[in-house]
């Protein structure tokens, strides 16, 4: 957990371009899996859009449905 935990915080802090303490003084842990797990739904998105190929019903009812 703390691996990943410290994956993570690298990760976003070099996405947003601002330090790993600023990033913990601004944003709880749960904010900063919340805007990764975005940020990964968009990256899959786009690169969908990219490959112009289709996702079955199934896969984004899967994917995206809150319940």
Request: aromatic share 14%; net charge negative; charged share 30%.
């Given at each position: 957990?703390?691996?990943?935990?410290?994956?993570l915080?690298?990760?976003?802090?070099?996405?947003?371009?601002?330090?790993?303490?600023?990033?913990?003084?601004?944003?709880?842990?749960s904010?900063?899996?919340?805007?990764?797990?975005?940020?990964?739904?968009?990256?899959?998105?786009?690169?969908?859009l990219?490959?112009?190929?289709?996702?079955?019903?199934?896969?984004?009812?899967?994917?995206?449905?809150?319940?």
């Amino acid at each position: 957990m703390i691996t990943e935990n410290n994956e993570l915080l690298d990760y976003l802090s070099k996405f947003y371009g601002i330090s790993i303490d600023e990033l913990t003084q601004k944003y709880t842990m749960s904010q900063l899996e919340d805007a990764y797990n975005e940020i990964e739904h968009k990256t899959k998105y786009q690169k969908h859009l990219d490959n112009k190929k289709e996702f079955p019903t199934e896969y984004v009812i899967k994917e995206f449905s809150p319940l």
